[in-house]
């Protein structure tokens, strides 16, 4: 199914009734920083604050399952990363490791005592990339990966088993234990792939990949074991020309509801890029979003009521975030912060 083609939400303006108690993170950066900074809001814009002074590098937000902490990396001139982890209750950020390297892709395992993340290690002419984890508190760092190709790691929902993207001699999706054992590879066809994204229940898997001659990115959906492959959105060439295949493949963005039942992504619209939902077995693709700008990163509230999206105005390189009901409705603007704001991340209950 073409995005191009999804049926368009009528724009009906009726009320977002947000939960009070639910907050926004996400990074940005602005004109008189060097680099990004963490921020944490309510959902309705107010309450912006500052979590942390660090300068923090370009990366999606880890939050733990309970909400209250964050996990970060940084990166110096000297090209050593630290990873911290810091708790929105107070008390400062804490260092949990430094190499000569950097720490990317963390995730909570679902009890939220073990970091998942890879590592790149950056070398003249040698970059790698392997996947580990450690303890929440730093200690027992284990690397499960040993081919340095292992990228975009994430946990299965029963945190007993891990899934990976790996550009080896034999590309595609791996599943591995927690412990790094009996890794194997998903019976799909060799091809460039992005995030592996599981459904709540993690028994289907969201992947985009880049399609042949690399002019478009694909959307499948297939189940947890590589079986019932299906084709879900065929999207066409980006909305930025000259846009990388990585980037390619990040553009429809795909999100699961909470129930698991309908996937979010953005898709290139002409010269914009929009927000659209389709049902898991690629049935009802509909079109949330109507505007001028470039929407992307689609997110769920945890009660699948409402959505939060990035919308960049192209001429003025000034992302800022939106909600919106899940059916399009009510789009509204709640961010203020002036500068390039990235991975806007729902914390709720």
């Not at 008189?32 to 979590?51: I, N, P, R, V, Y």
């Not at 790149?120 to 392997?130: A, D, I």
Request: proline share 5%; glycine share 10%.
């Amino acid at each position: 199914m073409a995005c191009r083609k999804g049926k368009v939400e009528n724009e009906i303006q009726e009320p977002l009734d947000l939960n009070a108690t639910d907050e926004i993170a996400f990074i940005a950066k602005n004109g008189t920083t060097e680099g990004f900074q963490l921020f944490l809001m309510k959902t309705d814009g107010s309450g912006l604050h500052a979590l942390s002074g660090d300068t923090i590098a370009n990366e999606p937000l880890a939050v733990s399952h309970d909400g209250n902490k964050f996990l970060y990396s940084t990166l110096d001139k000297s090209r050593t990363s630290r990873l911290y982890v810091i708790d929105k209750r107070g008390g400062g950020a804490v260092l949990l490791a430094s190499d000569t390297g950097f720490y990317s892709n963390m995730s909570w395992s679902p009890d939220d005592r073990t970091i998942l993340f890879q590592k790149w290690m950056m070398g003249l002419g040698n970059t790698s990339s392997n996947v580990f984890v450690m303890d929440s508190d730093g200690r027992n760092e284990k690397q499960l990966t040993t081919d340095g190709r292992s990228t975009y790691p994430h946990w299965f929902p029963d945190g007993r088993k891990i899934i990976y993207n790996a550009v080896n001699n034999n590309p595609g999706i791996y599943i591995m234990g927690a412990d790094g054992s009996n890794a194997w590879r998903l019976g799909l066809a060799g091809t460039v792939y992005a995030n592996a994204i599981l459904s709540p229940a993690g028994d289907k898997i969201a992947l985009s990949f880049v399609s042949a001659g690399n002019q478009g990115s694909l959307l499948y959906v297939t189940n947890a074991d590589g079986t019932g492959m299906k084709e879900v959105v065929v999207a066409p060439p980006p909305a930025v020309p000259s846009a990388s295949a990585y980037y390619r493949v990040i553009e429809l963005s795909p999100a699961w509801s909470p129930d698991g039942t309908k996937i979010a992504y953005a898709c290139t619209v002409g010269d914009n890029s929009e927000i659209f939902v389709v049902n898991s077995d690629g049935t009802e693709n509909k079109r949330l979003t109507k505007t001028s700008k470039l929407e992307s990163n689609p997110v769920w509230s945890k009660d699948g009521r409402h959505i939060i999206y990035l919308a960049n105005d192209p001429k003025a390189y000034n992302p800022a975030i939106y909600i919106m009901r899940a059916n399009g409705h009510s789009p509204t603007q709640v961010s203020t912060t002036d500068g390039f704001i990235m991975y806007p991340t729902y914390i709720g209950q």
